[in-house]
């Protein structure tokens, strides 16, 4: 249960003054619902002025804070601009510019021979001096130097969001401390509290900056540390394989040295009576589905059962398909469970698996869904693990007589930095290297002004037999807009290729989503067009061209990913990243990366640099918060002191028991991450 102290913090935004059903949607859309959240939305930047009591040609460029009295309104046919000439005390003349055609606002907020205190950024515009759209505020009404700058939605103005935020901070009590009093005189950090408010009040002040990220860090890095401690201090039955099973495999190929290490990591772990707790990172193709069927053939020789849990329908039949065919011959019972399943197939399922007769069950959430029970639990392999948070995986864990093992896996190159944020309870294994065979995909980059030039050269691939995806870009911040562009792609495609082009995206019904996949893995469909919200998940050999238009638009590591849809068979595979005339600096650094190299981790790390650790590669996580008060660029640093914190909190300072530890239960609900209390709770 919150703790009460936190209560003022944790009311809905309408209590804060000011705030009611219209203010309220845009700080909705921002994801504002609380007084807690307005109070972490910290400045993203900050604007510094000047206060004049008179205008100076030499402050051209500078932000200045001046009184102004309007005395003449000039305005433009149509939607052109309104001038506001207005005069300082002096005499001197500057022009006040509203873009946007509604004089009668303009007139409203300036009237002639009233004075008003005006601040923004004075320019020079022909022989007039010009501020465009200042802020306004009372005669009186004296600017701060230094104002903070916020995200903002439509309907906010930035010196709004800081007045919220002023208030919030008001609102804030005063928290007992939950750093060590060694680390927090070394690194010289305010209180809480004081950071808050400093932060908002100075955007500028580091201090104070690094103070909040650490606090959110350090709830961060207790929470994971409480889960694993929790996980470790359970029993469970030790798997000790015979190697009964995997003798009767029959390997076309020998494992890579990665694939090697990572099975002997997982058998040393699956032969402990403490739960295994392993993520398992690897790249497209890097093999980690023969790993995962090794440890799962450990709990199937150790006389246990095995549950192998996806994200998408798609993806759980992609994998039932490559388990059944990798363990065809083996005395091995495979079976599959998803939400489509109903009826007397489900039925029979279900009691198959009660009775002991099902080995391996493959499948979406409906894997741990109340009415499935297993006879023996011994290992759940989780994929994709970055789409399923900490509650999912306590569900699958509840299944087992003993708490199961568990192996996640993750295709998402994830930076060592976050792997220490987001899995820090975790053990980690990496497959760093490809199985021989695998050629690297080659990428070229081409402007979009050769669109034309592009459809010939996918002409002629799919006249080869070839097949190729066709990636639509995000054109704005919603789904509609990203099917409109797919489906004007499909179309424009289809004038040319007939029904040989299919289309895919996330409105889709799963049984359609799967006969479009299914002919496009049959070869039925060449050109498979699809938006970018979608998980194309199915192992397609012979698609070796992949197109992904306005690539200037993503990040690192959705390219990459995407990439990731070609180059699984033996020939060589190549992706066209089609880009807009105009590159920022960024995206042309992205680009050009994407070209050099095919090794995910460095291109995670890469992302890092350039995206910052907010939101993980581009994937919000499912039930676990992203990093909102942390530099960036301070991540690493704060991470690491985190991790030996909380370490040092629960293994010499009593845990959440002792007096620092009453504190940092706190800081675990204040910072949503309370899940390690819930967890201890639970036991």
Same mark, same amino acid.
């Given at each position: 249960?919150?703790?009460?102290?936190?209560?003022?913090?944790?009311?809905?935004?309408?209590?804060?003054?000011?705030?009611?059903?219209?203010?309220?949607?845009?700080?909705?859309?921002?994801?504002?619902?609380?007084?807690?959240?307005?109070?972490?939305?910290?400045?993203?930047?900050?604007?510094?002025?000047?206060?004049?009591?008179?205008?100076?040609?030499?402050?051209?460029?500078?932000?200045?804070?001046?009184?102004?009295?309007?005395?003449?309104?000039?305005?433009?046919?149509?939607?052109?601009?309104?001038?506001?000439?207005?005069?300082?005390?002096?005499?001197?003349?500057?022009?006040?510019?509203?873009?946007?055609?509604?004089?009668?606002?303009?007139?409203?907020?300036?009237?002639?021979?009233?004075?008003?205190?005006?601040?923004?950024?004075?320019?020079?515009?022909?022989?007039?001096?010009?501020?465009?759209?200042?802020?306004?505020?009372?005669?009186?009404?004296?600017?701060?130097?230094?104002?903070?700058?916020?995200?903002?939605?439509?309907?906010?103005?930035?010196?709004?969001?800081?007045?919220?935020?002023?208030?919030?901070?008001?609102?804030?009590?005063?928290?007992?401390?939950?750093?060590?009093?060694?680390?927090?005189?070394?690194?010289?950090?305010?209180?809480?509290?004081?950071?808050?408010?400093?932060?908002?009040?100075?955007?500028?002040?580091?201090?104070?900056?690094?103070?909040?990220?650490?606090?959110?860090?350090?709830?961060?890095?207790?929470?994971?540390?409480?889960?694993?401690?929790?996980?470790?201090?359970?029993?469970?039955?030790?798997?000790?394989?015979?190697?009964?099973?995997?003798?009767?495999?029959?390997?076309?190929?020998?494992?890579?040295?990665?694939?090697?290490?990572?099975?002997?990591?997982?058998?040393?772990?699956?032969?402990?009576?403490?739960?295994?707790?392993?993520?398992?990172?690897?790249?497209?193709?890097?093999?980690?589905?023969?790993?995962?069927?090794?440890?799962?053939?450990?709990?199937?020789?150790?006389?246990?059962?095995?549950?192998?849990?996806?994200?998408?329908?798609?993806?759980?039949?992609?994998?039932?398909?490559?388990?059944?065919?990798?363990?065809?011959?083996?005395?091995?019972?495979?079976?599959?469970?998803?939400?489509?399943?109903?009826?007397?197939?489900?039925?029979?399922?279900?009691?198959?698996?009660?009775?002991g007769e099902i080995d391996i069950l493959v499948g979406t959430h409906a894997v741990f869904q109340e009415a499935v029970t297993y006879r023996d639990l011994a290992l759940a392999v989780v994929d994709e693990q970055h789409r399923f948070g900490v509650a999912e995986r306590m569900m699958l864990q509840a299944k087992g007589i003993r708490p199961p093992h568990?192996?996640?896996?993750?295709?998402?190159?994830?930076?060592?930095?976050?792997?220490?944020?987001?899995?820090?309870?975790?053990?980690?294994?990496?497959?760093?290297?490809?199985?021989?065979?695998?050629?690297?995909?080659?990428?070229?980059?081409?402007?979009?002004?050769?669109?034309?030039?592009?459809?010939?050269?996918?002409?002629?691939?799919?006249?080869?037999?070839?097949?190729?995806?066709?990636?639509?870009?995000?054109?704005?911040? =919603? $789904?509609? %807009?990203?099917?409109?562009? !797919?489906? &004007? #792609?499909?179309?424009?495609?289809?004038? +040319?290729?007939? @029904?040989?082009?299919?289309?895919?995206?996330?409105?889709?019904?799963?049984?359609?989503?799967?006969?479009?996949?299914?002919?496009?893995?049959?070869?039925?469909?060449?050109?498979?067009?699809?938006?970018?919200?979608?998980?194309?998940?199915?192992?397609?050999?012979?698609?070796?061209?992949?197109?992904?238009?306005?690539?200037?638009?993503?990040?690192?590591?959705?390219?990459?990913?995407?990439?990731?849809?070609?180059?699984?068979?033996?020939?060589?595979?190549?992706?066209?990243?089609?880009?807009?005339?105009?590159? =920022? $600096?960024? %995206?042309?650094?992205?680009? !050009?990366? &994407? #070209?050099?190299?095919?090794?995910?981790? +460095?291109?995670? @790390?890469?992302?890092?640099?350039?995206?910052?650790?907010?939101?993980?590669?581009?994937?919000?996580?499912?039930?676990?918060?992203?990093?909102?008060?942390?530099?960036?660029?301070?991540?690493?640093?704060?991470?690491?002191?985190?991790?030996?914190?909380?370490?040092?909190?629960?293994?010499?300072?009593?845990?959440?028991?002792?007096?620092?530890?009453?504190?940092?239960?706190?800081?675990?609900?204040?910072?949503?991450?309370?899940?390690?209390?819930?967890?201890?709770?639970?036991?």
């Amino acid at each position: 249960m919150r703790p009460d102290i936190l209560n003022p913090l944790f009311a809905d935004v309408t209590a804060l003054k000011g705030v009611g059903a219209a203010l309220a949607k845009p700080l909705e859309r921002l994801g504002l619902a609380r007084v807690v959240d307005v109070a972490f939305h910290l400045p993203t930047g900050w604007i510094d002025r000047t206060a004049r009591d008179e205008l100076f040609a030499s402050d051209v460029g500078r932000t200045i804070a001046i009184t102004l009295t309007p005395v003449d309104y000039r305005t433009s046919s149509g939607r052109g601009p309104t001038r506001v000439h207005a005069t300082d005390a002096k005499g001197n003349y500057v022009s006040l510019t509203y873009f946007g055609g509604n004089s009668g606002w303009v007139k409203k907020l300036l009237p002639i021979g009233e004075p008003r205190r005006v601040s923004g950024r004075l320019d020079q515009y022909g022989q007039e001096l010009q501020i465009v759209h200042p802020d306004l505020g009372e005669p009186d009404e004296e600017f701060r130097e230094r104002e903070g700058v916020y995200a903002l939605s439509e309907g906010l103005t930035s010196r709004r969001m800081g007045a919220l935020a002023a208030q919030a901070v008001e609102r804030a009590p005063v928290l007992p401390e939950w750093i060590d009093a060694g680390l927090k005189a070394k690194r010289e950090w305010p209180d809480w509290r004081e950071a808050l408010a400093r932060v908002h009040a100075d955007p500028a002040d580091a201090v104070a900056r690094a103070r909040l990220g650490y606090d959110e860090v350090f709830a961060n890095q207790l929470a994971l540390t409480l889960v694993r401690q929790s996980t470790r201090a359970r029993r469970t039955r030790a798997l000790t394989g015979d190697g009964r099973l995997r003798d009767l495999l029959k390997l076309p190929y020998s494992l890579t040295g990665a694939q090697a290490r990572t099975v002997r990591e997982i058998e040393g772990d699956l032969a402990q009576s403490a739960p295994m707790l392993r993520l398992l990172q690897g790249d497209v193709g890097s093999g980690k589905t023969l790993v995962a069927a090794m440890a799962l053939l450990i709990a199937v020789e150790a006389g246990g059962q095995g549950a192998m849990l996806a994200p998408t329908e798609i993806l759980a039949r992609q994998h039932y398909e490559t388990l059944r065919t990798l363990l065809a011959g083996l005395p091995v019972e495979v079976a599959v469970l998803t939400g489509r399943d109903k009826g007397r197939v489900r039925e029979s399922t279900l009691m198959a698996l009660a009775a002991g007769e099902i080995d391996i069950l493959v499948g979406t959430h409906a894997v741990f869904q109340e009415a499935v029970t297993y006879r023996d639990l011994a290992l759940a392999v989780v994929d994709e693990q970055h789409r399923f948070g900490v509650a999912e995986r306590m569900m699958l864990q509840a299944k087992g007589i003993r708490p199961p093992h568990l192996l996640a896996m993750t295709a998402t190159p994830i930076p060592r930095t976050l792997t220490l944020a987001q899995y820090g309870e975790m053990d980690v294994s990496r497959l760093d290297e490809m199985p021989p065979g695998r050629q690297p995909i080659e990428t070229l980059v081409m402007s979009e002004d050769k669109l034309d030039a592009v459809v010939d050269a996918l002409g002629r691939h799919i006249s080869d037999s070839g097949q190729a995806y066709w990636v639509c870009p995000l054109v704005e911040e =919603s $789904e509609k %807009s990203d099917l409109a562009a !797919a489906e &004007m #792609r499909a179309e424009t495609l289809r004038r +040319r290729f007939g @029904e040989r082009v299919g289309l895919v995206h996330g409105r889709m019904k799963p049984a359609e989503k799967d006969a479009v996949m299914a002919d496009f893995a049959a070869n039925r469909v060449a050109v498979l067009v699809a938006t970018t919200v979608i998980e194309v998940g199915v192992d397609v050999p012979n698609a070796t061209l992949i197109v992904i238009e306005h690539a200037d638009r993503f990040g690192l590591a959705q390219l990459h990913q995407l990439r990731g849809r070609v180059g699984r068979g033996g020939g060589q595979s190549r992706c066209l990243l089609l880009r807009g005339s105009a590159l =920022s $600096e960024t %995206s042309r650094a992205r680009l !050009a990366l &994407m #070209r050099e190299t095919n090794d995910g981790f +460095r291109i995670a @790390e890469e992302d890092l640099r350039l995206r910052g650790g907010g939101e993980m590669l581009g994937t919000r996580q499912s039930g676990e918060a992203a990093f909102r008060l942390v530099p960036p660029d301070q991540l690493a640093d704060l991470l690491q002191c985190a991790q030996d914190d909380a370490r040092l909190l629960v293994d010499r300072d009593g845990g959440l028991e002792g007096p620092r530890g009453q504190a940092a239960r706190i800081a675990l609900y204040l910072f949503d991450r309370d899940t390690g209390v819930q967890l201890l709770r639970s036991g």
